[in-house]
């Protein structure tokens, strides 16, 4: 829980932004923080707070992409306005001009052609401000700028904002070994939101990859921040960062656990992969009670470790005869051997979909970074409770 800041301190309008489809999910995460009076934006969250509430956000959201800061919004008719808004922010009581910087953003209106100029407007305010000041002009970085600009640009307003994370929250410092197609890890937890898995049912993933669905739900049932391990944060290269007030969050963070609410493990079918993912558990108190083991899925029985089931099996953009079969087998072994345990499955592949052969009892359209992707949950169960969810289905 967020510790409360005072109805005065609120003073940033601060924005969570998110993948496709994923504000709600976000606005649940926001609200169990102890966070209220939440708007709801296009891959986007936004609420009141202070510079402690975006430190803690920064550290506490699994689901966000990063946590800006509104510095200036304006009324926008011609390219002229972006220019001015950015030239009549006072930049060097923000940041000093020895960091790097670097703007992106969104340009949502066609009133503008060649959608990168706005953010070369907002570029040359800047440096024009410290030019005016006689101070030292701040450097580009496009890839690793110390501070980071957005610029959001519709038909009649502008905003801009500081990127108080720097590079995607979903780079969490975690992983040090992947696969050739890992999730990402804000989807990954955005996912295990999103199929209401009660942190109590034993969690397993019989494609585990890297374990990113295996961390982040040990990390969720712990309590454990998801980026904790995470080092650099944008907001530390302001002139408002406060070391003191963000070590007392780091310090207060949940760390160590001497135990897992609940079960969680996984599989897979390679060695290399099982040994990655007890690479990246290693470095959690948690990490040595998750079971991972090298099996192929057809040979896992239903038991006890097993009662909520989320994965993400092999997708090609193509599918090969090999991949037909392992989706045919698939939905064979969760008709067969795992009945009554809820089945949660992220992937591309629509041939892979029809080779399951099953009905989904809930579906989502989601991105897996670029790659658009369905969601869906399969319920099987023995005789005839599987008519009744068939029909369930229809009516839905
Ligand atoms: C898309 S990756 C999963 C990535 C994982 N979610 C992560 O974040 O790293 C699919 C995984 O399925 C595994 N796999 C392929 N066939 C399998 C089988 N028959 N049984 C179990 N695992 C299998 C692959 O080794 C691969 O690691």
């Given amino acids: 829980m967020a510790k409360q800041t005072a109805e005065s301190d609120k003073k940033l309008t601060i924005t969570l932004k998110c993948f496709y489809g994923f504000e709600d999910v976000l606005m649940e995460e926001l609200q169990e923080l102890g966070y209220t009076d939440l708007i709801k934006g296009n891959r986007a969250v936004t609420l ?13 959201s699994r689901c966000a992409i990063n946590v800006l800061v509104e510095i200036t919004r304006f009324p926008f008719k011609t390219e002229k306005d972006i220019y001015d808004a950015a030239l009549s922010v006072n930049w060097s009581k923000l940041f000093h001009e020895r960091n790097t910087f670097a703007v992106r953003g969104a340009i949502q209106t066609k009133k503008i052609r060649n959608t990168h100029y706005p953010f070369l407007l907002v570029k040359d305010a800047v440096v024009d401000h410290f030019k005016e000041l006689n101070k030292e002009r701040p450097s580009i970085d496009i890839k690793h700028p110390k501070i980071g600009l957005d610029l959001y640009l519709t ?6 904002s500081l990127n108080t994370s720097g590079l995607p929250l979903f780079q969490r410092g975690y992983r040090i070994a992947t696969g050739i197609a890992p999730i990402n890890e804000v989807v990954a937890a955005s996912l295990i939101r999103l199929s209401g898995w009660d942190r109590k049912q034993a969690f397993y993933d019989p494609f585990c990859g890297a374990g990113t669905f295996l961390i982040e739900a040990a990390l969720l049932a712990t309590g454990i921040p998801s980026n904790i391990e995470r ?28 135990e897992l609410p609940c ?7 390679s060695d290399e992969m099982v040994l990655k993912t007890r690479r990246n558990l290693r470095g959690f108190s948690f990490g040595r009670f998750v079971n991972v083991q090298s099996l192929d899925f057809n040979a896992i029985e239903a038991n006890p470790e097993i009662e909520f089931l989320m994965c993400n099996p092999p997708y090609d953009e193509r599918l090969s005869l090999e991949d037909e079969a392992l989706y045919q087998q698939l939905g064979t072994w969760l008709k067969h051997k795992m009945q009554g345990v809820p089945a949660w499955i992220i992937s591309s592949n629509e041939e892979g979909w029809k080779a399951i052969g099953l009905k989904p009892s809930k579906k989502y359209e989601v991105f897996n970074g670029d790659l658009r992707c369905s969601f869906r949950r399969y319920d099987t169960f023995a005789g005839s409770k599987s008519a009744a969810l068939e029909n369930d289905t229809k009516k839905a």
């Fill in 155 to 160: 038909d009649y307003e502008g905003v801009i």
């Fill in 48 to 60: 009141k707070g202070s510079w402690r509430d975006v430190y803690y956000l920064n550290l506490y």
């Fill in 263 to 269: 079960k969680i493990g996984g599989s897979d079918i």
């Fill in 231 to 258: 080092t650099h944060y944008a907001f530390k290269n302001l002139n408002t960062f406060d070391a003191n007030v963000w070590q007392e969050i780091i310090d207060q963070a949940p760390r160590i656990v001497k």
